[in-house]
């Protein structure tokens, strides 16, 4: 059972404010205060400094930060594993959309054929929420595209997957495209903030000294599925990974955007909880989620 004060701690890391940390935890801010005393004393260092008028974990304090999210996680594990028979364990695990909608299907049936008595529960949803819950211990791990801190998490890559622009088959641009900047006058389609297909998008830009607002048009949706079905009816063009519209690009409904100067690829990963007791067990679930 983790310590209260460490229950403290973590909800300051959170919110970065004493105030609010008292109001989520409904004690007194003299009481965070003494929780976070008692652990300075306790490891002998501080844990928060100021910047400014900022709060800001010193390095000892992210380190205990990350020690005390393994720690919680594995608790939560260890919880749910306590109250159900070997025979009722459930795999508890997440993945963002991409995978989820385009990879998982074939790999959950071949893992059912192979274990026809798993109980498996997978939750969908973008790389940021899916790192919350992870850190949460409502989940046992992840299969992401987006980028995460590999000081928090221990991984293993699941595949490397072309990534790609395209736009419906009778698409008509406004002059040829040749170059990623040849298509800022064109719509683009996005998902919204902390989706790993974003995020490469938005950081491939950046290596080009570009962002997602040189799109002179641009429109945001949450289902990568309604971005394709746009996509094909010519309201713009987008970003995805080829697994994601491999039958779209075989079918004809979408074609890809041949760029010069947009070669790339990236990883989806299989992550956990740096540190984790759990470590082998879930190294093995990688194993047979990949045979």
Same mark, same amino acid.
């Given at each position: 059972?983790?310590?209260?004060?460490?229950?403290?701690?973590?909800?300051?890391?959170?919110?970065?404010?004493?105030?609010?940390?008292?109001?989520?935890?409904?004690?007194?801010?003299?009481?965070? =205060?003494?929780?976070?005393?008692?652990?300075?004393?306790? #490891?002998?260092?501080?844990?928060?400094?100021? &910047?400014?008028?900022?709060?800001? /974990?010193?390095?000892?304090?992210?380190?205990?930060?990350?020690?005390?999210?393994?720690?919680?996680?594995?608790?939560?594990?260890?919880?749910? &594993?306590?109250?159900?028979?070997?025979?009722?364990?459930?795999?508890?695990?997440?993945?963002?959309?991409?995978?989820?909608?385009?990879?998982?299907?074939?790999?959950?049936?071949?893992?059912? !054929?192979?274990?026809?008595?798993?109980?498996?529960?997978?939750?969908? &949803?973008?790389?940021?929420?899916?790192?919350?819950?992870?850190?949460?211990?409502?989940?046992?791990?992840?299969?992401?595209?987006?980028?995460?801190?590999? =000081?928090?998490?221990?991984? /293993?890559?699941?595949?490397?997957?072309?990534?790609? !622009?395209?736009?419906?088959?009778?698409?008509?641009?406004?002059?040829?495209?040749?170059?990623?900047?040849?298509?800022?006058?064109?719509?683009?389609?996005?998902?919204?903030?902390?989706?790993?297909?974003?995020?490469?998008?938005?950081?491939?830009?950046?290596?080009?000294?570009?962002?997602?607002?040189?799109?002179?048009?641009?429109?945001?949706?949450?289902?990568?599925?309604?971005?394709?079905?746009?996509?094909? !009816?010519?309201?713009?063009?987008?970003?995805? #990974?080829?697994?994601?519209?491999?039958?779209?690009?075989?079918?004809? =409904?979408?074609?890809?955007?041949? /760029?010069?100067?947009?070669?790339?690829?990236? &990883?989806?990963?299989?992550?956990?909880?740096?540190?984790?007791? #759990?470590?082998?067990? #879930?190294?093995? /679930?990688?194993?047979?989620?990949?045979?």
């Amino acid at each position: 059972m983790l310590d209260f004060r460490m229950e403290t701690f973590l909800t300051v890391c959170r919110y970065m404010n004493f105030t609010r940390a008292s109001e989520k935890l409904n004690i007194t801010q003299p009481a965070v =205060s003494q929780h976070i005393r008692f652990l300075e004393k306790h #490891y002998n260092t501080k844990l928060f400094r100021y &910047e400014g008028k900022k709060l800001r /974990l010193t390095g000892a304090g992210e380190i205990l930060r990350n020690a005390s999210l393994t720690m919680m996680h594995d608790e939560q594990s260890m919880q749910n &594993e306590m109250q159900k028979s070997e025979k009722e364990a459930e795999i508890r695990f997440g993945a963002t959309r991409t995978i989820g909608d385009a990879v998982m299907g074939q790999v959950l049936a071949e893992y059912l !054929a192979r274990y026809p008595h798993a109980r498996l529960h997978m939750e969908v &949803e973008n790389t940021q929420d899916l790192l919350g819950r992870l850190d949460q211990g409502q989940i046992d791990f992840a299969l992401v595209e987006g980028f995460f801190k590999k =000081s928090e998490y221990d991984f /293993l890559v699941y595949s490397r997957e072309k990534y790609i !622009a395209v736009c419906s088959a009778d698409y008509v641009f406004q002059s040829i495209p040749h170059r990623i900047d040849n298509l800022f006058q064109e719509r683009l389609l996005l998902r919204e903030e902390g989706s790993g297909t974003r995020e490469v998008l938005e950081r491939c830009l950046e290596a080009g000294n570009f962002n997602i607002q040189d799109f002179g048009e641009r429109m945001e949706v949450g289902s990568m599925q309604t971005i394709k079905e746009l996509t094909k !009816a010519g309201c713009g063009i987008t970003f995805l #990974y080829e697994a994601a519209v491999r039958r779209e690009l075989e079918e004809g =409904s979408l074609r890809q955007i041949p /760029l010069q100067d947009f070669p790339l690829t990236h &990883e989806f990963t299989f992550i956990w909880r740096r540190g984790s007791i #759990y470590a082998d067990w #879930y190294r093995e /679930l990688f194993r047979r989620f990949t045979v």
